[in-house]
C-alpha cells in the first residue's frame, strides 16, 4: 500500500498493540513531560512566589527554559543525525529528570531559576527528537493515525496541568509540580530503553564546536534581548544593546564558519530548499500566535474585568483544546486533499479566531475570548503539525532530525520575537494612557496587541500560500532521492 492510501486501513498497525505500540507509548510520555510542563506551572506562580520570595525574578523561571530550550535544539537535532535519536532523546529525558529532581529541593528563587535551565536542556532534546522518531518509525499515511495519540496528550495536558498545579500549591506544595514528572521521565526512559531499537550505521564524524558555539552564543544573546527587552530591561538601554550586537556578531561568524564546516552543525542550505524555508516561516508564525493569546488573554482579562485566574485560565484552555482536537483529525485531511489546502483552511480558520479577537477586544467578555480562542487553536492544529509532517517527508534519515530541529527552533523563536513585538505595543499603548489599572488604557492595550496578533495570523497565511499543490505523493514533497530514481 502506498504512502497515500486511507489512514483507516493502516490504523492496525499503528495502535497500542501493534509491534510498535510500546515505543508509541514511550514517545507519547516523553511528549506528556513537556505538555504537561507547559501549563502546570502558571497556576502555582503565587505559591512559588510567596514561599521562596523575589517576586522581580519570576519571569525568569519561563524566559530562561524557553531559551534552554531553543537554543539547545539546533545543536540536538544535528547530533541525533549523525549518533542516533536514542541517545539524544535519553539525554534529554535524563536532564528533564535532573532538573525536575533538583526543582523540588530549590531553596530560593535563584537556584529553581538554574534547575530550570536544566529541564530547558532536557526540553531541547526531548520533544524535537518525539516527533523525529515518529517521522522515521511511520509512513506518511500512518502518521496521519499517529497524530490523533500525541494530539489526545496535548489535549490531555491542557486539562490536567492547570488543575494538578492548582491542587499541589494550594492543598499540597508547589513542589510537587516538578515531583510529578519524576515517575513519568522514569517510565519514559525505560520504555525507551527497552523497546526502541535503531540502526545507525558507524562512521567517524567531525564535531563542529566552533559552529556549535557560536550559534549558542549567538542565539542565547540574541534570544535573550527579546526576552527582557522592554521587561527587565528598557530597548535602548547599554545591556539591550550589547545583548544584541553580540547576537548578531555571533551568528554572523556562525554563517562564516558553516560554509567551511565539513560537517556543519545546521546546514544553512537547507533553508534554501522552497519548501523547508516555507514550513520554517509557519512555525514562526504558530509561535507568535500562540504567544500572543496565551501571554497576553489572561492580563487583558484579569485587569479589565477583575476576572480570576480560573476563569482567564479557562479562556486559554480554550486555544489549547482547540489544537489537539483539529491535530487529531488533520492527517485525513491532508491525505485527501494535500498539505496545501489542509494548511490555508488552518491559516484561513486562525485568521478568523485572530480578526474576532481584535474586533471584541474593546468589550471584554471571557465567552466570547474563550469562543475565539478556541476557533484559532483549531485553525493551529490545521497548520502545525501537516507543516511538520511536509517537510519530514521530503527528506531522508539523514537531514530529518535537523528539519524537525528547525522547525521546533522556529516556533521558539517565533514566541519570543512575538512577545517583544507584542509587549512592546502594549506598554508603549499603557505608558501613553493612564495606568495599567485603567479599564480604559488596559482594554485598549489588549485590543492593538489582538490586532497586532490578527496582523500575524495574515502574514501566516500569506507563507503558506508559498506552499507547493499538489497531494502528498506529489513530486515537491518527495526526499531528494526518491524524486531522482524517478
Known sequence: ???????????????????????????????????????????AVPSVVKDLGEFEQFPWLFSVYLLAQAVSVPIYSKLADTVGRKPIILVGVGLFLLGSVLAVLAWNMTS???????????????????????????????????QGYIASVWAIASVVGPALGGVFS????????????????????????????????????????????????????????????????????????????????????????????????????ILRRPL???????????????????????????????AVPLISGAAVAALTLGW????????????????????????????????????????PNPWTVGAVSFVTGFGLGWIAAPSLVAAQASVDWSERGVVTGINVFARSAGSAVG????????????????????YATIVSAGTWVFVA????????????LTMPRGGVDSTAYLPAAVRGAE
Open 1 to 43: 500500500m502506498s504512502e497515500t492510501g486511507s489512514a483507516a486501513a493502516t490504523r492496525g498497525s499503528v495502535g497500542f498493540r501493534s509491534d510498535r505500540g510500546r515505543v508509541l507509548l514511550a514517545l507519547m510520555l516523553t511528549t506528556g513531560l513537556i505538555a504537561i510542563d507547559s501549563t502546570i506551572l502558571a497556576t
Open 276 to 306: 523547508i524555508l516555507t514550513t520554517t516561516a509557519l512555525s514562526l508564525g504558530v509561535g507568535a500566535l500562540l504567544i500572543g493569546i496565551t501571554s497576553f488573554v489572561p492580563t487583558y482579562l484579569e485587569n479589565a474585568l477583575g
Open 324 to 363: 489537539p482536537l483539529s491535530a487529531s483529525i488533520a492527517g485525513r485531511l491532508y491525505l485527501a486533499h494535500g498539505y496545501r489546502t489542509t494548511v490555508l483552511r488552518g491559516c484561513s480558520i486562525a485568521l478568523v479566531g485572530t480578526i474576532g479577537l481584535a474586533i471584541s477586544g474593546p468589550w
Open 170 to 269: 494550594q492543598f499540597v506544595s508547589w513542589r510537587w509540580i516538578f515531583g510529578v514528572n519524576i515517575p513519568l521521565c522514569l517510565v519514559a526512559g525505560w520504555a525507551l530503553i527497552r523497546f526502541y531499537q535503531e540502526r545507525v550505521e558507524p562512521r567517524r564524524h567531525r564535531i563542529d564546536y566552533a559552529g556549535a558555539a557560536l550559534l549558542t552564543v549567538g542565539l542565547t544573546a540574541f534570544i535573550l534581548a527579546l526576552l527582557e527587552g522592554g521587561n527587565v530591561w528598557a530597548w535602548l538601554s547599554l545591556p539591550s544593546l550589547i545583548s544584541f550586537g553580540i547576537g548578531v556578531a555571533a551568528l554572523v561568524g556562525f554563517g562564516f564558519v558553516e560554509r567551511r564546516a565539513a560537517e556543519p552543525v545546521l546546514d544553512l542550505a
Open 453 to 464: 496578533v490578527a496582523i500575524a495570523a495574515l502574514g501566516t497565511l500569506l507563507a503558506a
Open 112 to 146: 529553581l531559576i538554574v534547575f530550570r535551565v536544566i529541564q530547558g536542556l532536557g526540553a531541547g532534546a526531548s520533544a524535537p527528537m518525539a516527533m523525529t522518531i515518529v517521522g522515521d518509525l511511520y509512513s506518511v499515511a500512518e502518521r496521519a493515525v499517529v
Open 419 to 438: 512577545v517583544a513585538i507584542f509587549g512592546a505595543i502594549a506598554t508603549n499603548v499603557i505608558a501613553a494612557g493612564r495606568s495599567e489599572q485603567d
